[in-house]
């Protein structure tokens, strides 16, 4: 690409604002879009984004686009992404798709009849200390695995202490809120790192005294061809705020967290033998999202790290829990 790419960002919160300041700072120019004008002067002043708009149609409209970064609530995802294909314009869209699978598929389907590319942001997969347990799982450090543990925890009003909780799409059934899909997250990383469950039972409830329409709490347990089981813990009203993922194999375990950010290998007893820190932050990922897409522009043709058919799956896992959850079963997930 000759010149400078121009971005759009479609959603400027939270993260619109992050991947803003990023795509910027690697030499983009940037625009935006949101209902909301102080959200939009906001980025704008981060990023030093030339244009601002109140919503899509009107920003393909009125310029050219080389990408779109789509960062609204889910609820808008499949018909924001579809007007950036149709124009001919790659996306790189925020997780999760879209609340359901039937929307998901519509969204997949419009992708391949444009034949436009979709990279989509289940951005942990590119967070170096997750790649290098999948080096050390493929390695079989801790032998024939038999039980690993997803744990997220973390209180939703310390998420944006800009807003109210209350306010924010979190907290809203229709815009596509609450643990078990905004923390789909885990769901893409099992997927990632074991592949589809065979089987799975699930609860989704909201226990706590958040005031949310939405679930602040989802247990599931999923089984394994080969006998592995991974059961997996979303909670919107923890503290402190706790990411983990414990891995248990028939020599030995593997612990990772995101704080402190390392990996503990253990075989004996007690204690660790061994432990691998590092020293990346949380922004270096939602950079490096930003460099894959914008090899993507130049049409480099590598296959994507994380796709539309890859979010169908998490929506998939994610129907599968739902129906086990409504009916107390224990769900066959289709692979
Ligand atoms: N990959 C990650 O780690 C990560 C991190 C945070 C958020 N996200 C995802 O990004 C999305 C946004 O999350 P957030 O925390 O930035 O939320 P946010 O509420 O801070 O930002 C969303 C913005 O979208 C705007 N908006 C609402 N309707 C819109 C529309 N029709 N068109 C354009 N903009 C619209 C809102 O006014 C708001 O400013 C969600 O899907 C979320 O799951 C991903």
Not at 53 to 73: K, M, T
Not at 144 to 173: G, I, K, T
Not at 277 to 290: G, I, P, S, T
Request: proline share 6%; charged share 25%; glycine share 8%.
């Amino acid at each position: 690409m000759n010149q400078a790419p121009h971005i759009l960002i479609v959603g400027s919160g939270s993260v619109g604002r992050r991947h803003a300041r990023n795509f910027s700072a690697l030499g983009c120019s940037v625009s935006c879009v949101d209902p909301r004008a102080e959200r939009r002067q906001e980025l704008a002043r981060e990023a030093k984004a030339h244009a601002g708009y109140p919503e899509i149609g009107a920003a393909l409209g009125a310029d050219r686009f080389d990408g779109v970064v789509i960062c609204s609530p889910p609820h808008v995802h499949v018909d924001q992404a579809l007007a950036a294909l149709r124009a001919g314009i790659p996306v790189l869209l925020e997780k999760p798709v879209s609340p359901d699978l039937g929307s998901a598929a519509r969204l997949e389907a419009g992708a391949r009849a444009e034949s436009v590319p979709v990279l989509l942001g289940y951005t942990w997969r590119w967070w170096p200390p997750l790649r290098r347990v999948r080096e050390l799982l493929d390695a079989c450090v801790i032998g024939e695995l038999r039980h690993v543990q997803f744990h997220m925890s973390a209180h939703l009003a310390d998420w944006h202490p800009w807003e109210r909780y209350q306010d924010f799409f979190m907290a809203s059934s229709t815009e596509g809120g609450g643990a078990l899909l905004d923390e789909s997250h885990w769901i893409d990383l099992a997927l990632w790192m074991f592949g589809m469950p065979e089987k799975l039972s699930g609860r989704i409830d909201k226990l706590s005294s958040l005031e949310i329409e939405t679930d602040d709490n989802v247990d599931v347990l999923m089984a394994y061809p080969g006998g592995l089981r991974v059961s997996l813990h979303l909670d919107l009203y923890g503290r402190p705020h706790e990411k983990f993922i414990r891995f248990v194999g028939e020599f030995g375990s593997m612990l990772w967290t995101a704080a402190p950010n390392q990996i503990a290998i253990g075989t004996k007893p007690e204690g660790w033998d061994r432990i691998e820190a590092f020293e990346c932050e949380r922004n270096d990922m939602f950079v490096d999202v930003a460099r894959e897409f914008l090899a993507l522009l130049d049409g480099d043709g590598a296959q994507p790290t994380c796709s539309l058919a890859d979010g169908l799956r998490v929506l998939t896992v994610i129907e599968a829990i739902r129906r086990s959850s409504a009916d107390g079963s224990s769900v066959t997930v289709s692979p």
